[in-house]
Structure formats: C-alpha cells, structure tokens
C-alpha cells in the first residue's frame, strides 16, 4: 500500500474513530455521587426511605473548596457510603464546567462536570435558597457538609477550622469514618428494591381493601412491617393494622354470650375465623388462646372428634367408599348425638341410603 493510499485509509477512518471517542465520552461520566435535584427530592427520599441527608456546601473560587470535589466526591469509600445517604450538593457557582453524557432517551445531555446526573442550574438554587438556612451567620465559610434529618433537623456538621478563620476541607477517609458512625447511630435506610417491595405491597393491600379482602390486605400490610426502618409507609401500616384489629376485637366480643349459651360450635368457628379472617392482628393471638381454652373443654372435645369423624367420612364419599363413609357417619350419630355434626351425618346418611 502506498503512503498516499495509506493517507486516505486513515482519513476515511477518521471519522469513525471520532464517533467511537464521543460514545465512550457519553457513556462514562466521571465518578461522582447520586445527587438530588432539590431540597424537596431530598426531603421525599428522606421520609420515604428512612436515610439522612449529606448537605455539602462549597464555592468555587479556592483549592479548599475543590478538594471536596477532588479529594472526597471522588474517593472510592465515599463512593461506597454515599448511597446510604440523600447527597445535596450546594455551590452557587459554575466554574468547574460541565460535561455531556447520555441521557435516559439515549440523547446527549449537558450535566454538571462535578455531579453529571443533575445540571449546575440544580447546585446553584440550592446554595441561594437551602443551604445558607443552615449557617450560623451571613459570615459563614465552606466547604462545610451538613447531615440531616427528614426535618431539616442539624444530626452533625462535619468541618475543619472555624466560621471566623475560614474552613480547610475534611479529608474523605475523616468524612468516611463520621458518616459511618451516623450509619450505626441513626440505622441504614431502605435499599430502592426495599422501597419498591414496600410500595407494590402497600398498592395490593388498597386493592384487597377496596374489593373488602381484609385477609389479604392484612398480609400484605404485615409484609411492610417486616421492613427493616420505621419509614412512613410502615408507620401507615402500622396504623391500618390497628385500625383492622380494632374491628377484629368487635367481631371477637361476641364468643363470651356463645360459651354463655353452651354454643360450642359457634364459639369454636368464631375463633377460628377471627384467626383466618385477621392474621397478625393482636386479636387473633387472642383467639387462639381462646381457642386453647375452649379445646380443653369436655364439649368442644366431643365437637372437634365429630368433625375429624364427619371429614373423614367425606373423604372416604369423595373416593368411592360409601361403606367407609357410612361407618363414619354413623359413628357421629352413635357418640356425639348433641353436636352439629350429627345433623350433617343423618343428611349424608340418607342420601347414601339413596345411592347419592
């Protein structure tokens, strides 16, 4: 091949090679934190999910307040903590640049160079009207992170130097180490799998209450329970639960006038039905003590041994042994005559009796 053809080789694959760096450029921004987009995102998260809020707040114009980009925002550790947190990040400055990645449509977007998933219009507002609410004095100095709750409550200020000398950023292994012990204090928050189980959960549980499913919303509120933060969503089951097992005590009331009147079988399903009916609920652990009382007396024996005589009786029908089923039956009627079960046996009797 010759130098000239050599020379359009290269200049025809030129543009190619270009497209191929402008992809790689789209599709890895650099590192950085998750940041939110405002104080009302963070707050939602806050609440929802049951983490703290990292504020971190800085200007452009001196290395100290680059450092926290540089040194922190990029370390591999914080990196890996950071997503137990909300992160806000709050500079009314753009100097550092911006970056363009890909977006969710596949499209180039312009982001910011410090945190690419927001834009430096995000960190801009946020310094002019959040986080200046959390300084002391119109002296304050950054870089300065603040940690806190859903409230916009102060949990910890993590700085180094003081408002009247100015601030030296805080290394990233010392913000590391703080934010870990804020973990262990205040307890991880709910992973976004975690939320999304607890949300699909919570629309079940509307669903089976709308369609008077209170068995099935009660499971699917006891499912929330188990998360492993009290968020909002399970501070609401908590609550629903109550009110459910409110209306479960209601139905329960009624066994102390069925034992009154000697109804042992009533008492017997409505103990059984509170249990199946309200699962979890503190009243049906009432019912099943309940139901432990009631089994250790003479009638309620004779009644669940009739059951367990007239179920097997069905089986047996079911299977094409009328002779066995006949036995069973009759034994109903011969040992337990007082029970409800008798009067079923007698029906089934007779319809045997009838090739039925």
């Known amino acids: 091949m010759t130098r000239g053809a050599k020379t359009a080789t290269l200049d025809s694959m030129r543009p190619a090679v270009l497209s191929l760096l402008a992809g790689a450029a789209l599709a890895a921004p650099p590192k950085a934190p998750e940041c939110v987009r405002n104080a009302e995102e963070a707050h939602e998260i806050a609440r929802t999910r049951g983490k703290l809020i990292f504020l971190t707040v800085i ?7 680059r450092a926290v980009i540089d040194n922190v925002f990029r370390d591999r550790e914080f990196l890996k903590i950071a997503p137990e947190f909300v992160i806000v990040y709050a500079n009314n400055e753009d100097d550092h640049g911006k970056v363009t990645v890909k977006g969710p449509d596949g499209k180039p977007q312009v982001r910011c160079a410090d945190c690419p998933n927001i834009e430096c219009t995000d960190h801009m507002i946020l310094a002019m009207n959040y986080a200046r609410a959390f300084f002391p004095d119109s002296n ?3 870089p300065i992170h603040f940690v806190l709750n859903d409230k916009d409550e102060k949990i910890d200020t993590i700085m180094n130097g003081s408002f009247e000398q100015g601030f030296n950023h805080v290394p990233a292994k010392t913000v590391v180490a703080r934010l870990k012990d804020l973990l262990k204090k205040h307890g991880r928050g709910l992973t976004e799998e975690e939320y999304a189980r607890m949300e699909q959960d919570w629309v079940d549980a509307k669903a089976a209450r709308a ?4 068995t099935l919303e009660l499971e699917k509120l006891n499912d929330v329970l188990t998360m492993p933060k009290e968020v909002e969503g399970v501070r609401l089951a908590k609550e629903r639960v109550k009110e459910i097992d409110t209306a479960a005590a209601k139905d329960l009331e009624a066994l102390d006038a069925l034992v009154d009147g000697g109804k042992w079988e009533a008492a017997l399903e409505l103990v059984e039905k509170v249990q199946a009916t309200y699962p979890g609920t503190l009243t049906a652990a009432a019912a099943k003590e309940k139901e432990r009382e009631l089994e250790r007396r003479k009638e309620v024996k004779n009644v669940l041994k009739a059951r367990t005589l007239y179920e097997s009786a069905m089986k047996f029908k079911e299977k094409g042994k009328p002779d066995l089923a006949g036995k069973k039956l009759e034994e109903i009627l011969r040992r337990y005559p007082d029970t409800r079960y008798a ?10 009796a009838e090739g039925g």
Not at 59 to 65: C, K, R, T
Not at 211 to 214: H, I, L, M, P, T
């Open 59 to 65: 200007v452009d114009h001196d290395a100290e307040n």
């Open 140 to 142: 304050a100095r950054t």
């Open 211 to 214: 369609r008077g499913n209170v």
């Open 343 to 352: 009067e079923l046996a007698k029906t089934e009797l007779a319809a045997l």
